[in-house]
């Protein structure tokens, strides 16, 4: 039997794990997995905990899938690496046109399949670059695009993911993301766009926008309508390349399969990763058929992308998100999520927000005096609610959000224990501030 490391001291390894790993590789918990199935996980003391991680946005489909699972196991009978560009096989091919049906708009559209969700993005952008022969990208303050040296320069959240490893690729540029919170509308959004050109870039050397629908680490900032129509309407005056990055908001999470189905506004790229495998690792971008054309044979690819291991666990998730109504799914376990939340500001005033859309809901904490962003308080909560078994994440530029990534296939039962514990923590953590 392959040794599969489930057993130990959570304390033990957690001493290797500082000697052997770089801390870098931060890690949230100080517990090690040894098993989970759905929306449960346990560690290697056997202490049970509720994921509303789900591995950050990967497990629409929950731990262990039977169907994912017998999907990979048949797929691992037959082969399980050719290197797609050396041999290829027909179930990426398949996955591509279910892709590109799937995907927002009626126009001829091809996809592309790689590794990491930040592959995706780089991808992305050299096939913008490739179509319209500019440099320029313009990106959003708040953003996360992923952690190679594009993603980075993408990104618009400087601690913990740029300090330290500059110089990042030229020519992006940064402007504003509408929060109404935060008292940023659409218009001043897009005025921060009209700025960069005057200061910045000139609008014919910008090759693409690249924008989430739903901002993701940022906060859970749903993109208004009105924000991508503006977007669109700048793109097509200067010739620009509007690419959604739906690596977050993917795979059912919003109520739709893709977050810009929210959106009545054509797009010409889609980059996607995270749910669409149910935790193998898969990407890829999907687009206008003639933009996927621009670079020649060879431009793209990798010795990994399109994994069939990862294709076929692809295929079982669309099957499930369709079978099981996950979309719906998604609309009502949000729905239950944000009214217990909304129930819970009359006893908790530092839950300032609760927005999102779908099952891509948080909640963010300020100080009910001061207004101001209490990182500190939703760090308590993040805490109370570990000691009573729910695992939650944080995000939000100033680390003051909580966001709630359930599976979507999360049974009743656990959905309704893992809100008990959640009120309880939001309570704990008022009375101990
Ligand atoms: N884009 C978005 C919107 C993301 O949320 C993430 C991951 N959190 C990425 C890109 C990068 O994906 P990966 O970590 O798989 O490279």
Redesign the pocket.
């Known amino acids: 039997m392959p040794q599969l490391d489930t057993h130990g001291l959570n304390s033990d390894w957690h001493a290797r794990r500082l000697a052997a790993t770089p801390r870098g590789v931060a890690v949230l918990e100080n517990f090690f997995a040894a098993r989970a199935l759905n929306a449960e996980l346990w560690d290697v003391e056997g202490k049970r905990y509720i994921d509303f991680a789900s591995g ?2 990967v497990l629409n489909t929950g731990h262990r899938h039977p169907r994912v699972q017998a999907a990979i196991a048949a797929q691992l009978e037959a082969f399980h690496h050719t290197a797609y560009q050396v041999v290829p096989y027909a179930s990426y091919v398949r996955l591509a046109e279910r892709i590109s049906a799937a995907t927002p708009g009626h126009w001829a559209k091809k996809t592309a399949f790689f590794t ?6 780089e991808n992305a952008i050299k096939i913008a670059r490739a179509a319209t022969g500019r440099s320029g990208v313009i990106a959003f303050d708040g ?5 190679t040296m594009m ?1 980075m320069a993408l990104t618009g959240k400087v601690q913990p993911y740029k300090a330290g490893f500059g110089p990042f690729p030229g020519e992006v540029f940064h402007a504003p993301f509408p929060s109404e919170l935060h008292g940023i509308s659409v218009d001043d959004a897009l005025a921060g766009v009209q700025r960069l050109f005057k200061s910045s870039i000139d609008p014919k050397r910008v090759a693409a926008f690249i924008f ?1 629908p739903v901002q ?2 940022g906060g859970f900032y749903p993109a208004p309508e009105a924000f991508v129509a503006g977007l669109r309407r700048i793109a097509d005056e200067h010739g620009i390349v509007l690419i959604a ?1 739906e ?3 993917g795979f059912a999470r919003t109520g739709r399969l893709f977050a810009s189905q929210h959106h009545n506004v054509p797009l010409d790229l889609i ?1 996607f ?2 749910s669409l495998a149910g935790g193998m690792p898969l ?1 890829g971008v999907c687009g206008r058929a003639e933009l996927m054309d621009a670079p020649a044979p060879g431009g793209l690819g990798g010795t990994y992308a399109g994994n069939p291991l990862a294709v076929a666990a692809a295929h079982a998730v669309l099957d499930v998100i369709a079978d099981e109504g996950l979309c719906e799914r998604a609309e009502a376990l949000g729905g239950r999520l944000r009214h217990r939340l909304n129930d819970l500001r009359a006893t908790v005033p530092q839950i300032a927000e609760v927005r999102g859309v779908g099952s891509m809901l948080a909640a963010e904490f300020c100080d009910p005096s001061t207004g101001a962003p209490d990182a500190d308080f939703t760090k308590r909560v993040q805490t109370l609610a570990l000691e009573q078994g729910l695992i939650l994440l944080t995000c939000g530029s100033y680390g003051n959000v909580i966001r709630f990534l359930h599976p979507l296939t999360t049974p009743d039962a656990v959905f309704d224990e893992a809100l008990t514990i959640l009120g309880r923590a939001l309570q704990q953590a008022q009375q101990q501030g």
Do not use: L, M, P, Y
Not at 116 to 121: D, M
């Open positions: 950050i946005a990491t969700g930040v592959e995706a993005v953003a996360f695009h992923g952690r993603g989430e993701g680490e990055d690596i977050q908001s980059t990763a995270k990407s």
